[in-house]
Every structure is written in structure tokens, then in C-alpha cells.
């Protein structure tokens, strides 16, 4: 028992090893930060985290799944709920808001939900070809990726107007999932990622990673299929909401320059 303990403790550690190698090598010449934790409040563990949004002094969260789908509206003074829906039938993920507009992607149907922002009530819809994964607000436009290095900026119609590729060191950054714009900059989550990277809105190239290993070691998370995933901009403090799916934990953070 002894030994087989020891070769599992090993496995893991070389495992661990392997991982650290491969995310220094493929951002070699990339300038990485550390995040400052400003906080930390309670998340609900059983939300799995799809996408997170700020709008008038609220925090909404879309979590996925097939029968645990739902919107939430979440007090980010205390991480309180303040309101939520349960969305059937759907495996929903990113959010945005635009105008009073929520909108809430779906993982393979092609359904956009719009929903009225203060009631949370569903009156429109949009169709999109392909899987929905993560959704900003971008000025008056939306920005949305599906899991591939491409993200598509689309109107208030949700038309396509352009696509812009991700680069990461000249190589593809696929698995694009929740995502936030700032200004020239777009911060994306990528799954199974440790880190959130910075984009130049305008060539895609990866300007900056955000490394949050600290962040996901003592998130609390049960496994390590409970992945970093969920960012929300708040304008006032210049700080970002962070959270993973299933955390136990909601994180305000500072990003430096």
C-alpha cells in the first residue's frame, strides 16, 4: 500500500511538473502578472459557472448543465442572491448585458435568450449557427466565442460584423470560453487554463497572461474538473470578478498594468 501511495504521489507530481513546463514554453516572450486579491465571498458550490456579467451594481451568472441551467442575479457586497430562474431543457452558458438587454447563450441549440435585465423575464430570441461558449458587451456590440480561437463580434441583432483569430506565440489559442472586454483589451478564460489571457482587440494576439494558479489552489474547489471560468469587469473600481464552476468562492481582483 505504501509503495502504491508513494507511485501515486509521484504520478501527481509529475503530472503537476509537466503542466508548469508546458504553460512556461508556450508563453515564452509573454509579459504574466499576478492578480491582487481584493476579496474573497461566498459563491454557491453548486453553480456551474458559465459566464459572469456587472451591470447596475449587480453581478449575473449564467450556469450550465442540463436540468441545473439557470441566471442568477448575485449582491457583489456580500455575494448574497438577490434573484435567480431555472432555464429548462437548455445546457445555457455566457452572458451579457446591453441596453436593459440580457442575453444568455446556449451550449448546441443556437438559441440566444434576451431577457428584460431587471425582471429576468425571457422575451426574445436569436439563432446563431455552432456551439456558444463565451459573451461580452464590446461598446454596443457583442463578442462572443464557441470554444475554437475565433471570436466574433455581432450586432444588436446578433449578426456577425467581424471575426478576429487568437494568437498565442504565433500559434492558435483554441478553447476560448468566458470572456470580457476593456477598453482595446479582451480578458479570456480558456479551458483547463490556470491563467487568463489579455488580447489586443484589434491583431488578437496575446498581449499579457494573467496567472491564477494562487487564485484556483485556494479557490477551494473539489476537483480539477471545477475550472476557472467566469469574468466580470466593474468599471467604477477597475477591478474584475473571478469565479470557477462549483467554487465555493467568488473573487474580486486587481490586474496590473
Known amino acids: 500500500m505504501r509503495k502504491i501511495l508513494i507511485h501515486c504521489l509521484e504520478s501527481i507530481g509529475l503530472k503537476v511538473l509537466l503542466s508548469e513546463i508546458y504553460f512556461h ?5 509573454i509579459k ?13 458550490p453548486t453553480a456551474f459557472t458559465q459566464g459572469l456579467a456587472y ?8 450556469t450550465g448543465l442540463v436540468g441545473y441551467s439557470r441566471l442568477r442575479c448575485i449582491d457583489p457586497e456580500n455575494g448574497n442572491l ?7 431543457g437548455e445546457w445555457c452558458e455566457g452572458i451579457a448585458v446591453v441596453n436593459n438587454r440580457l442575453i444568455q447563450l446556449t451550449y448546441t441549440s443556437g438559441r ?15 439563432s446563431y449557427e455552432g456551439e456558444g461558449w463565451g459573451l461580452a458587451r464590446c461598446g454596443n456590440l457583442f463578442l ?15 449578426k456577425i460584423i467581424s471575426e478576429l483569430p487568437v494568437w498565442l506565440n504565433q500559434r492558435q489559442l483554441n478553447q476560448i470560453n468566458d470572456i470580457e472586454c476593456v477598453g482595446d ?4 478564460n480558456v479551458l483547463f487554463e490556470n491563467c487568463i489571457y489579455e488580447i489586443d482587440n484589434k491583431t488578437g494576439k496575446v498581449r499579457h497572461v494573467i496567472d491564477c494558479r494562487e487564485i484556483v489552489k485556494n479557490s477551494g474547489r473539489r476537483n480539477a474538473q471545477d475550472v476557472l471560468n467566469g469574468i466580470a469587469y466593474v468599471p467604477s473600481t477597475k ?11 467568488l473573487f474580486e481582483i486587481l490586474i496590473p498594468e
Not at 514554453?25 to 516572450?29: C, S, V
Not at 438577490?82 to 429548462?88: A, G, T
Not at 440566444?112 to 436569436?126: G, T
Not at 466565442?145 to 455581432?154: D, E, I, M
Open 25 to 29: 514554453l508556450r508563453t515564452i516572450g
Open 32 to 44: 504574466k502578472v499576478k492578480p491582487q486579491i481584493i476579496r474573497s465571498l461566498p459563491h454557491d
Open 55 to 62: 451591470y447596475n451594481h449587480t453581478l449575473y451568472e449564467s
Open 82 to 88: 438577490i434573484n435567480e430562474i431555472e432555464i429548462d
Open 112 to 126: 440566444a435568450i434576451v431577457y428584460d435585465v431587471n425582471s429576468l423575464k425571457p422575451y426574445n430570441e436569436f
Open 144 to 158: 462572443m466565442s464557441n470554444g475554437t480561437n475565433r471570436l466574433f463580434y455581432r450586432d444588436e441583432n446578433f
Open 185 to 188: 483589451k479582451i480578458f479570456a
Open 239 to 249: 477591478t474584475f470578478y473571478i469565479t470557477g464552476k462549483c467554487w465555493p468562492m
